[in-house]
């Protein structure tokens, strides 16, 4: 059966610093890749998505990246982060002709 | 831009009554995926149910189902005999497809709480 594994679970982190969370999936091949914040008490927004290796889609400008560099590895990074950059954080797969995502058990994000 | 609309920030339901969700949303596509997430305390999203735009049937899983209303854009979900493990957020979400990826659209979800 697929699984989505993301970590940590938790994070502390100074303001300016650098921000690397790493997702990955088993037991699939050839997924697409997401990932969502957020902000508390509110809905998920969609950050980025990936089709392939390598191939990186933003949805909204921000101080944040992500990478592909495995077919089942996702990563979001940030050279140094910002008190806005706070939040939960999910990383998501789905099946590329199937509908529904599948998410991790995210991670908290705290800059201080 | 598509867009899900949750108009119940809170809603509360007493331990084995029924109680129902509301979800709107706003698109121009005729065929189109919906959901139901639940995130419990754990804040992992879990997949409560889905419904494919072109079938007219209402899903149902146990002891949730929903009410697809299309021509309103509307999506509700109703949950019977309430237990205590469905307090959680829930989110209804709006499926697109864009080129080969597939893009969830959340509302701002409905906090449920069961009351013993």
């Known amino acids: 059966s697929q699984t989505i594994h993301q970590w940590p679970a938790t994070l502390v982190q100074p303001v300016g610093s650098p921000l690397s969370l790493e997702c990955t999936v088993e037991g699939t091949s050839n997924p697409n890749l997401y990932w969502y914040r957020q902000a508390a008490g509110r809905g998920l927004q969609l950050l980025f998505y990936?089709?392939?290796?390598?191939?990186i889609s933003s949805e909204v400008p921000q101080n944040l990246s992500a990478s592909r560099p495995q077919d089942r590895q996702f990563i979001l990074s940030s050279k140094k982060l910002l008190l806005s950059d706070s939040g939960f954080y999910l990383c998501a797969w789905s099946v590329r002709r199937d509908t529904e995502a599948f998410f991790g058990q995210g991670t908290r994000l705290t800059v201080v | 831009a598509q867009t899900v609309t949750q108009s119940q920030p809170e809603m509360s339901v007493q331990e084995a009554e029924t109680v129902t969700l509301s979800c709107t949303y706003d698109?121009?596509?005729?065929?189109?995926?919906l959901f139901w997430y639940k995130q419990p305390p754990s804040r992992q999203m879990i997949l409560v149910i889905r419904q494919e735009a072109y079938k007219q049937q209402n899903a149902t899983e146990n002891r949730f189902s929903v009410n697809f209303q299309k021509a309103a854009k509307s999506f509700s979900l109703k949950i019977s005999d309430s237990q205590l493990g469905d307090a959680a957020m829930y989110f209804c979400a709006y499926l697109i497809s864009s080129g080969s990826a597939r893009q969830l659209t959340f509302g701002s979800g409905t906090q449920l709480t069961v009351l013993p």
């Open positions: 698109t121009s596509e005729s065929d189109y995926y």
């Open positions: 990936s089709v392939g290796i390598g191939q």
